[in-house]
């Protein structure tokens, strides 16, 4: 796909189920799975498949750095 020619309509990257999954080095499951459990990223079902903006990927994984940041112990470094 040719990203360049979508992005001067206003349109965002969007990523695969398998794209996502390969980025984080993770399995395909993996991402059903949390997308299951209500932990994954936000997506958007285009027929039968998902897709995911790329920012709200970043949004997602920038919410799990302050979940981690939240869940050390006052007073312990890191």
């Known amino acids: 796909m040719d990203v360049q020619n979508f992005s001067g309509l206003g349109l965002e990257p969007m990523l695969t189920t398998s794209e996502l999954a390969n980025y984080l080095g ?4 993996a ?3 949390l997308r299951t459990e209500g932990r994954g ?3 958007i079902r285009v027929g ?3 897709r995911f903006r790329v920012s ?9 750095s302050e979940q ?4 050390t112990p006052s ?3 890191r």
């Open 26 to 29: 993770v399995r395909t499951q």
């Open 75 to 77: 007073g312990e470094q």
């Open 31 to 33: 991402i059903y799975d």
């Open 56 to 64: 709200d990927v970043l949004r997602w994984l920038e919410g799990l």
């Open 41 to 43: 990223p936000s997506g």
């Open 68 to 71: 981690e940041r939240d869940a």
């Open 48 to 50: 039968r498949e998902i």
